[in-house]
């Protein structure tokens, strides 16, 4: 970066507020002696930064503790972030659901909202359902919309980095859809659109089962698999964003495509007919052996698909979620299969968030939004080139 000079004055007091800013956050109504003692700055900047950061509304001053107020003479001031003078939220947009979550700038959960969409819906009806569930969780909680600093989306797709999604077979109008233009008309705020398994990934890191990892797979299990990374901590997508597009590597050897991968019939299943496939594993385990050879299939693919990331990857973790984490028999398959292939075998589980896992991800990309902007943190886990 080169030596900080003083010859930008603006710049260190920025660095100042930042440093400030984000020791508050991290601690319990601090005094100004506690503040001087985290940054290393010196009391009068400490004093001069905290001022500013009330009269920006950012932080007030907290009522001193139990004990304090009895003691003689005046107690020491102390201060807090004002979390609730912002707040973010995280969209899932899936196929057979739409949910949102909301929270303060210290992204604990305040708010949280479905609805149920068909598979069929049009972009145009998904988009209105994802806009009602957002209305309604913004009226419950008394937030006004205006309150809102970012707003973090996961989709089904490969997405650019404006939000376009640049394909996306699995929803209805949905390849080439300008999703993120589409959102920002409801919003006065920056609107982040991420892939819903690289959302869930980092989902998973921040208050997950990889949260003491950062090198991780998290695979979207379905008929169609997709999967996101984090590589030393840092959400992978890849040079156009297609990282993990898993789903795909039957085409390498041709082989049967997922739609008939499940079937027990001369007809292919509808990848997003959930409740068909969870017939063939329930007959499945009623002793049918067409259904049996299905899932025997089913999970051979799963298990390959995941291997080649694994091989490729190395990570630590493989967190396994989706509707087919549901199912039985999907772990003990993968773990004994990638010991098989792996030098290394990872740990393999399960989600720890379920189905909350992608609005999770993505309320936690509009936290990585905020801290840019605030924190001046340099290296978040989702930021994009």
Known sequence: MGRLTGGDPSLLRRINSAVVLHALRGADT?????????????????????????????????APEEGEARRQGRPARRFRFRAEAGHLLGIEIGAHRVAALLSGLDGRIIGAGSREVSETASADERLERVRSVVTDVLRRAGVARGSLRAVGVGSPGIVEADGTVRL????????????????????????????????????????????????????????????????????????????????????????????????????????LDEQAVAAVFALARQGDVRAQAAVDRFIQRLVHDVAALVLALDPEVVIVGGWAAGLDGVLDPLRAQLSRFCLRPPRVTLSLLGEAAVATGALRLALDHLEEQLFAIEGSVTGRR
Not at 30 to 37: C, E, S
Not at 194 to 203: G, I, K, R, S, T
Not at 241 to 246: C, N, R, T, V, Y
């Open 30 to 62: 601090p005094t100004l002696t506690d503040l001087t003692r985290i940054t290393g700055l010196s009391r009068p900047t400490v004093e001069g930064v905290v001022e500013g950061l009330i009269a920006d509304g950012l932080v007030t001053e907290a």
């Open 168 to 271: 996306g077979t699995a929803l209805p109008g949905w390849t080439g859809l300008a999703l993120g233009e589409r959102l920002r008309r409801s919003f006065r705020c920056p609107v982040l659109v991420e892939n819903d398994a690289n959302a869930a990934a980092v989902a998973e890191h921040w208050k997950g089962a990889a949260a003491d990892s950062d090198d991780i797979v998290f695979v979207l299990a379905g008929l169609s698999p997709g999967a996101g990374s984090l590589i030393g901590g840092r959400l992978h997508r890849g040079f156009g964003g297609a990282a993990g597009e898993i789903g795909a590597l039957h085409l390498l050897g041709r082989e049967v495509t997922p739609e008939t991968l499940l079937s027990t019939t001369d007809e292919p299943l509808h990848p």
